[in-house]
Nanobody, 115 residues
Framework: QVQLVESGGGLVQLGGSLRLSCEIS????????MGWFRQAPGKQRELVAWITSGSINYLDSVKGRFIISRDYAKDVMYLRMNSLEPEDTAIYYCNIASFSGVNYWGQGTQVTVSS
């Protein structure tokens, strides 16, 4: 079992920055992908940034603004979000997927960008 706990969300003005954290605990053996999703009201959950097989990938709309990283010593995954836009308003979830197809989710953290 893997447990994920997000933090760092909040209210920020247009153009501001936030850093989300995802604390990882439990048995992380066999992880294939880890990343961040978001879900805005009335919209489907979408994958924003992810790390898999050593490569880092981003949703086109956040490229150049968001940075995903992991501190292996602390077992924390981060999402640094810069130049935030109202369209980034959503609940952000961290996710870990195993090679066996099991998905683990955090509880989510709200990010609100005001214009």
């Amino acid at each position: 079992q893997v447990q994920l706990v997000e933090s760092g969300g909040g209210l920020v003005q247009l153009g501001g920055s936030l850093r989300l954290s995802c604390e990882i605990s439990g048995n992380t053996f066999g992880i294939s992908t880890m990343g961040w999703f978001r879900q805005a009201p009335g919209k489907q959950r979408e994958l924003v940034a992810w790390i898999t097989s050593g490569s880092i990938n981003y949703l086109d709309s956040v490229k150049g603004r968001f940075i995903i990283s992991r501190d292996y010593a602390k077992d924390v995954m981060y999402l640094r979000m810069n130049s935030l836009e109202p369209e980034d308003t959503a609940i952000y979830y961290c996710n870990i997927a195993s090679f066996s197809g099991v998905n683990y989710w955090g509880q989510g953290t709200q990010v609100t960008v005001s214009s």
